[in-house]
Nanobody, 121 residues
């Protein structure tokens, strides 16, 4: 089993920045990819970004150029740097881990509890 714990959410004004962190513990050697998803009230959970153990990244079109995903394999931690935040970025952000390839669907093996990000106009 793998446990994922997110941190770094909060409230920020439009145009501001936040950095989310996701610390993994347990059988982390089994993870091939780590990703971030988000879910706004009344909407489905959507893909934000993902990074493979080898460093390959993938982003949703809505965040390209504004968000950056990175990882510190030694610390088993993944980060999501979010710049130029918009009100439509408001959502609960979830960290996820999977044992297989990067996928943009919310079918990952492991999930964190989520952290709230609120962007005000």
């Amino acid at each position: 089993q793998v446990q994922l714990v997110e941190s770094g959410g909060g409230s920020v004004q439009a145009g501001g920045s936040l950095r989310l962190s996701c610390a993994a513990s347990g059988r982390t050697f089994s993870l091939y990819v780590m990703g971030w998803f988000r879910q706004a009230p009344g909407k489905e959970r959507e893909f934000v970004a993902a990074i493979s153990r080898g460093g390959t990244t993938n982003y949703a079109d809505s965040v390209k150029g504004r968000f950056t995903i990175s990882s510190d394999n030694a610390k088993n931690t993944v980060y999501l740097q979010m710049n130029s935040l918009k009100p439509e970025d408001t959502a609960v952000y979830y960290c996820a881990g999977d044992r297989n390839s990067i996928i943009a669907s919310p079918v990952y093996d492991y999930w964190g509890q989520g952290t709230q990000v609120t962007v005000s106009s």
